[in-house]
């Protein structure tokens, strides 16, 4: 769970799924966070019919002086989104009913 997927996850969920520290995933994730990252992940990837692992390599997708589509497309939206979906526990577990509270 770098930068890249993080933010992937939380723009194409809609959802402030992992906590973030500016631009990097916070120290204060919790084993919910990571859990329910692996969910969406996983669900997204069963969308497109491609394992897990591949779907976070298409995430990651590729930076540098020439980022390609998707990593430009998150380096586009991710200020605008970020300012608009806050992290809030509680909204977490109303949608991950089977991950605690606790664990957010």
């Excluded at 390609?68 to 300012?83: D, I, M």
């Amino acid at each position: 769970m770098d930068q890249w997927t993080a933010k992937s996850v939380n723009l194409l969920t809609g959802n402030g799924i992992v906590r973030m520290d500016g631009h990097a995933p916070s120290n204060l994730n919790r084993g919910g966070n990571y859990q329910a990252f692996c969910e969406e992940i996983d669900f997204m990837a069963r969308e497109l019919g491609c394992s897990g692992e591949n779907l976070e390599e298409r995430l990651f997708s590729l930076g540098g002086r020439k980022p390609l589509a998707w990593r430009f497309h998150v380096k586009e939206n991710w200020s605008k989104y970020r300012s608009k979906v806050p992290y809030n526990a509680k909204i977490m577990h109303e949608i991950y009913p089977h991950i605690a509270i606790t664990n957010f």
